[in-house]
């Protein structure tokens, strides 16, 4: 997909004030083995706390029931908006109450809690959106860490096909598809823009080169 002006377009996890004329999203990864593995941790958990509870006595057990029941619920309902096409299911929060859950449950419950919360956090910077903001001063991949290019260290940016080609100067290549074709007329002009902003770099570059070799003299 490809955002155009006149909105004006802020990544995430960028500075609210720092505008983009152009954001491109990139085809995003099958995240199939990462959900398998959140639900199998969700599994272990709500075994582990029936396991609780039978050993405990279920009448013995009071506020904690809310934790595997919101657990429940949140999974059940992220299952159904999965059949939607374009939802990306998340687990983190069913495994940030998994690790509060945990607690409860065994003398370890507080290393295995840490385990949880990490990997819930973790899943959310995994399923980030891949998106990139063009403007006339850079361009900047919204991935954690942040990735940040100055036009002078880019020899070509271009959309073709539905495939976008980031190709820098230090020889790495970025190379994928949109997640939603682009129209002729807007990549036209999406690539006039890397085009001239390309172009504005390499003289400035050219000039300061010129200006380094005038002071040498």
């Known amino acids: 997909m490809l955002s155009p002006d006149p909105k004006p377009i802020t990544l995430n996890l960028q500075p609210r004030f720092m505008d983009y004329d152009y954001v491109i999203t990139l085809k995003r990864q099958s995240y199939k083995a990462i959900n398998i593995i959140s639900q199998l ?11 609780f509870g039978l050993d405990l006595g279920f009448s013995r057990i ?3 029931w809310l934790v595997p029941i919101c657990v429940i619920g949140l ?4 299952a159904i908006r999965s059949r939607e096409k374009d939802f990306v299911p998340y687990y ?3 495994l940030l109450m998994s690790a509060f859950g945990w607690v409860f449950i065994t003398s370890n ?3 295995l809690a840490v385990v949880y919360c990490i990997l819930g956090l973790t899943e ?7 998106e990139i903001g063009f403007s006339k001063d850079k361009v900047v991949r919204n991935t954690f860490p942040r990735k ?8 070509n940016a271009i959309i073709r096909d539905n495939l976008f080609t980031l190709d820098l100067r230090n020889n790495k290549l970025l190379q994928k598809e949109l997640d939603e074709p682009v129209d002729k007329e807007l990549e036209l002009e999406f690539n006039a823009f890397c085009k001239d902003q390309l172009h504005f770099s390499l003289i400035e570059d050219q000039k300061e080169g010129t200006d380094i070799a005038d002071d040498k003299t």
């Open 92 to 94: 983190r929060l069913c």
């Open 41 to 51: 941790l969700l599994l272990i958990f709500l075994i582990a706390f029936a396991r």
């Open 62 to 64: 009071k506020f904690q």
């Open 109 to 111: 419950g507080f290393w």
């Open 148 to 155: 940040s290019y100055e036009w002078v260290d880019i020899d």
């Open 75 to 78: 999974w059940v309902y992220t």
């Open 124 to 130: 959310r910077f995994i399923k980030f959106p891949d």
